[in-house]
């Protein structure tokens, strides 16, 4: 049996689901989440399955733990975000402090309407057609959204707005953050940007 994790869910989830399926069904069940695949058998426990998730990302849970205090899952980062508070990001633009605010809260919005409409990405990106049209949909209405288009974004920060936008909520903050390929450009944003009278 293969179980499709939802977009926006976490490894726990998908780890506790898949051992109950296999107990539940006496059969095995595999799952794939950011590219690992989960085997769990009737007999398989949470614990294995953890201690092979974060074995697999080189580190330990009490590790992973701490890590994800400052990178939190998808909802907690856009909380932090709405609070004031400050969260973690990619800075794309390398333009200043201004261009890359209107990056980040373009990519704030987005990742805003994709979880108010629990945005699929694992499940359509095995379908580019459907994909593509869905994100389009899905970027049209960021559009709408007054704060961004009062931002006269062009169409080179949009799009790199996007990008962060898929990567925090496709892969989610602590996965997206740890990659090799941004480890030089994480920085820290809020929505309470300096302004100057």
């Known amino acids: 049996m293969i179980y499709e994790p ?3 869910s976490n490894v726990t989830d998908c780890i506790i689901t898949i051992c109950n399926l296999a107990k539940e069904k006496n059969e095995t069940v595999t799952a794939k989440f950011n590219d690992f695949e989960f ?12 201690i092979l998730w974060y074995a697999s990302m080189g580190t330990t849970k009490d590790e992973f733990k701490r890590k994800t205090e ?13 609070a004031g508070e400050t969260v973690w990001t990619v800075e794309m633009g390398g333009l200043g402090p ?9 990519a704030v919005e987005m990742i805003r309407i994709l979880i108010n ?3 699929d990405c ?6 580019p057609d459907n994909y593509n049209s869905a994100f389009k949909a899905i970027t049209n209405k960021v559009f709408e959204v007054p704060l961004v288009k009062n931002l006269g974004l062009t169409g080179a920060q949009f799009g790199a707005a996007m990008s962060i936008a ?16 941004v480890k ?3 920085i820290l944003i809020s929505k309470s940007f300096p302004q100057t009278e």
């Open 166 to 181: 898929d990567q925090l909520y496709r892969r989610s903050p602590s996965v997206a953050l740890a990659d090799e390929q």
């Open 98 to 106: 201004g261009y890359e605010q209107a990056l980040q809260i373009a």
């Open 70 to 82: 400052q990178y939190p899952d998808i909802k907690e980062w856009l909380r932090r975000w709405d």
């Open 122 to 127: 694992i499940g359509l990106i095995a379908d």
């Open 184 to 186: 030089d450009r994480k």
């Open 117 to 119: 409409e629990s945005f």
């Open 6 to 8: 939802r977009a926006g």
């Open 39 to 50: 085997t769990a058998t009737p007999e398989t426990t949470i614990d294995e399955l953890e």
